[in-house]
C-alpha cells in the first residue's frame, strides 16, 4: 500500500477512526458500551458517542487511545461488503447495529468489518459512509477529554487524528 493519508479526504480517515474506536471502547469498558448512540465527524475531529453505565477513569480512557492506535499501527484491512439484512443479521448478530433501529423496509445493508491480526473481527458496523481500506492510513488517534452524561447514560469520546 502507497504511503500517504493525504491521498484520502480528512473526512473519510476521521469517520473510519470511529470504527477502530468503538472496537477500543467495547473492549476497554465492556459490553455496556456495546451500542453506538451517534457520531460526528469534522475535517480531523470527531466525537463517538456510546451508550455507558458509568464514567470511565483516566486509566480506561487512556487504555482506549493507545488500544485504537494498536490497531492502526497494525494496519487492519477494512472490508466492505453488501449483502441481503437477513443474511446479515444471521451471520453476525445485531452487533451491526446501532442505538437507533435501521428502518424495517432496509432489505440490504452495507457491512463495514474491521478484520483484527488474529482472524477475528475488530469492530463490524453496518455503514454507508465512506471508508479507508486499511486502518494505518489513519494516522494518529487522540482522546480529548470524554463527557458522561449520567442523566442519559451516554459516554461522548471527542478526538483528533493527526498524520
Ligand atoms: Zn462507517
Redesign the pocket.
Known sequence: MASGSQTFPDEVRT??A??VLKGAVVRVLGEGSLWTASTYVSGKHGRLTVTCSAKPSDEQVKEIEVLANKKISENLRVEVKTMPRSEAEKTYGNIIYDLFPVPPEVKELTL?IIHDTDGSIWNI?A?N?E?LPTTGLIGKITIEKPRFRASKKLLEIPFDISP
Do not use: G, I, S
Request: aromatic letters at 0%.
Open positions: 469517520h473510519t470511529l470504527h463495514v458496523n455503514c459512509k471508508h
